[in-house]
């Protein structure tokens, strides 16, 4: 055999391309599901089913980027919470950026309340526990996590949307009951508090305020008044609690910054959703 052609052969059979994938369970292995596919941080020494956090990555990012924010998934691991990052769809063939198919009036060829339950479902079987998971996500993500908590309030414990509300048409109603913790930034320019319209009118951001008034009255939460509206100076955040609903609670959490994740937002959200898993 010619030199030259073996080592052509040796090249390809130590060519990265041919290296076993990374498993599931593992932030760079990737968990397939029917309809896609996610990713899975377990901590370290887990013996049992975990709590976790699925959450949805912002528009033009991916589950891969999320698993790189080694801060979350140390901060997490520490309380022993899982990550499950799943994978967006992609916004054309043409283009690898990542979206979610939130109800903006637009047909999606992924049903995403469907592919998230399978994520959920298969989780479970790789040791998420799947009566305790919050479901976070940070803008478009965000507003996919409107919708779930929406038309599917039981495939989590709870919710936590970052800097992302309802797209219009608004929904007329949600199912409820539903835990809701929303942060929101008051200098957010992308998605303002009020929404905006995008791609040239033919979408529209749908109004915070309307997002909330909705879950509300699903609620049945008083429509006007928050039962405490308290001012964090320390952490200049604006805060309001609607927790006397009969039909479940809501969070509201304005800071000074404009489209991002506020610091802190992390410990927040989970000591938020620990009280409503010692409280449920």
């Not at 599917?152 to 414990?157: E, I, K, L, T, W």
Request: hydrophobic residues 40%.
């Amino acid at each position: 055999m010619p030199i030259r052609f073996a080592l052509l052969c040796l090249c390809l059979v130590l060519s990265p391309s041919t290296a076993p994938a990374e498993p599931c369970g593992t932030p760079a292995g990737e968990c397939p599901t029917a309809n896609g596919f996610y990713r899975l941080a377990l901590p370290d020494g887990a013996t049992g089913p975990v709590p976790a956090v699925i959450y949805l990555h912002g528009w033009d990012s991916s589950s891969a980027v999320l698993m790189k924010n080694q801060p979350m998934l140390t901060a997490l691991a520490a309380r022993g919470y899982a990550l499950i990052a799943p994978e967006g769809i992609r916004t054309s063939p043409e283009r690898n950026q990542k979206n979610w198919a939130v109800r903006d009036g637009r047909v999606y060829e992924r049903d995403d309340l469907v592919f998230l339950a399978e994520v959920l479902d298969d989780a479970a079987a790789h040791g998420v526990d799947r009566g305790q998971v919050l479901m976070a996500g940070f803008s478009r993500g965000a507003s996919m996590v409107w919708d779930v908590a929406c038309h599917a309030p039981g495939m989590a414990r709870a919710y936590a949307p970052v800097a992302g509300a309802f797209w219009e048409p608004l929904p007329e109603s949600c199912e409820g009951p539903v835990n809701l913790f929303y942060a929101h930034g008051w200098s957010d320019r992308v998605i303002p508090l009020e929404g905006r319209s995008v791609a040239g009118g033919m979408l529209t951001q749908g109004d915070a305020f309307a997002s909330l008034r909705i879950l509300r009255e699903t609620l049945g939460c008083n429509p006007q008044m928050p039962d405490t509206a308290p001012v964090a100076t320390k952490d200049n955040l604006w805060l309001r609690h609607w927790d006397h609903c009969p039909g479940g609670r809501i969070d509201l959490m304005l800071h000074q910054g404009g489209h991002m994740v506020p610091k802190g937002w992390l410990t927040r959200a989970l000591d938020w959703f620990e009280t409503q898993l010692a409280t449920e």
